[in-house]
């Protein structure tokens, strides 16, 4: 995974996911729990992720998540 989070490449995530993880978790639904801090206040939402290409749902979430480790720098 360190090879691609500097990358904006969609298919480059997708070539990273199709190579490490297994065809069960591919297809397992997905979904996005998300928590955020204002003045103290924690909210939290939570989403299903519904998709029918179970690989685009994967990069959407490798996308958010590259977004988030980038944003805490």
Do not use: P
Not at 3 to 16: E, N
Not at 55 to 64: C, G, Q, S, V
């Amino acid at each position: 995974m360190h090879r691609v989070i500097g990358l904006d490449d969609k298919q480059q995530w997708i070539k990273v996911i199709k190579e490490n993880y297994t065809q069960a978790l591919i297809d397992k639904q997905q979904s996005l729990k998300v928590q955020s801090h204002d003045n103290g206040i924690v909210s939290t939402s939570k989403e299903e992720i519904e998709e029918s290409d179970k690989l685009e749902a994967k990069t959407k979430i490798f996308a958010r998540l590259l977004k988030t480790l980038a944003g805490a720098k």
